[in-house]
């Protein structure tokens, strides 16, 4: 019998490359998406495949899911400034009521859950790399408070799950992601400046260009995804790539990569954005022996390919 996995937010960009992952890996896929953010594009190649089911649904409402299930990993959420603050109150509710409804799922189904949660939760941080034992620096009030206060209430309830239920409960911060399947206009940095730099339009960087991110390629991302999910690891976990560059720095790699004539432009910085993110990922390297291994430029040029015929 193959194991069964329930992926929600399966047609996003991260949810779509799990969906590939498991299958490859030999379980049966179910694909949970109201396709708020998702697209049926990213699971096109897979609705012909006998182990994976599509199921078009809101899981800020009740889950049905028939038969067993052995792993849940709850990705459902707008994931992006444009789409979190486009929907807040979606945003606030699949990181409450959909958290507590794939918990309970879980519970009833004796699988395990992984919960996507976020650097977010660090807000703007005081500490530079955040560690999994900093508590953040997050203002609840402001624009950016509804994706990371849904995050950070997912993970509180997520841990009550486990020691309540004993749901085994898995939580991964997520840091600076990209690949293939990102959105043109998602709004994060990477696909942003390519999107701008292929159209030879001016690339906007906000603020002074100077905040640090550090970007992980989707497929180290999966990686140590799938690893922290077949692990006995119950605290929150840091999977993220660790090497940090300027946003500025990031623009001229693309506009390089791209041949592009873009000029480079500077707009002021949203409210609350943060100046550094980086992520301390010892704690992935000790408990499951991961740690990125695609370079930017590779991964740049791998989604750059991506871009020109999406």
Known sequence: MKKTVLITGGAGFIGSHLCDLFLGKGYSVICMDNLITGSKKNIAHLLGNKHFKFVNHNVSTYISIPGKIDYILHFASPASPVDYLKYPIQTLKVGALG???ALGLAKAKK???????????YGDPLVNPQPEKYWGNVNCVGPRGVYDEAKRFAEAI????????????????IFNTYGERMRKEDGRAVPNFINQALLNKPITVYGK??????????SDLVDGLYRLLMSKVNDPVNIG???????TEIACAVKKMTDSSSKIVFKPLPVDDPRVRCPDIRKAKRYLQWKPKVDLEYGLLRTIDYFRVC
């Open 99 to 101: 958290t507590h409804n």
């Open 111 to 121: 699988a395990a859950f992984l919960l996507a949660s976020t650097s977010e939760v």
């Open 158 to 173: 997520t841990m009550a799950y486990h020691r309540v239920h004993n749901v085994d409960t898995k939580i991964v911060r």
């Open 209 to 218: 260009g100077t905040q640090t991110r550090s970007f992980c390629y989707v």
């Open 241 to 247: 790539n660790p090497s940090e560059y300027t946003l």
